[in-house]
Nanobody, 123 residues
Framework: QVQLVESGGGLVQAGGSLRLSCQASGRTCVSHTMGWFRQAPGKEREFVAAISWIGESTYYADSVKGRFTISRDNPKKMGYLQMNSLKPEDTAVYYC????????????????WGQGTQVTVSS
């Protein structure tokens, strides 16, 4: 079992930045992929970014590539999503997710989920 708790969401103006954090607990000694997903009102949950266990591989959705950066600090059991140049269309609830095994970009592949943190970008 892995428990995840997100933080760092909030309201920001377009062009601004936020850093989301994901605190992991439980079986964090077992190698696991960490991912970030988001869900806007009336839309399906979508992939944002993912990072492998030791961080050698990262993947991004085309919509955030060049603006968002995913990272992790395993000794601290933390994951991060640095979001720059935010746009109103980035407004959503952002979820941290984890799975044992290789990086995947589909939400159904992830077993463990946080409760989500709201990000609102005003124009």
């Amino acid at each position: 079992q892995v428990q995840l708790v997100e933080s760092g969401g909030g309201l920001v103006q377009a062009g601004g930045s936020l850093r989301l954090s994901c605190q992991a607990s439980g079986r964090t000694c077992v190698s696991h992929t960490m991912g970030w997903f988001r869900q806007a009102p009336g839309k399906e949950r979508e992939f944002v970014a993912a990072i492998s266990w030791i961080g050698e591989s990262t993947y991004y959705a085309d919509s955030v590539k060049g603006r968002f950066t995913i990272s992790r600090d395993n000794p601290k059991k933390m994951g991060y999503l640095q979001m720059n140049s935010l746009k109103p269309e980035d407004t959503a609830v952002y979820y941290c997710a984890a799975r044992f095994g290789r990086v995947e970009v589909t939400s159904s592949a992830y077993t463990y989920w946080g409760q989500g943190t709201q990000v609102t970008v005003s124009s």
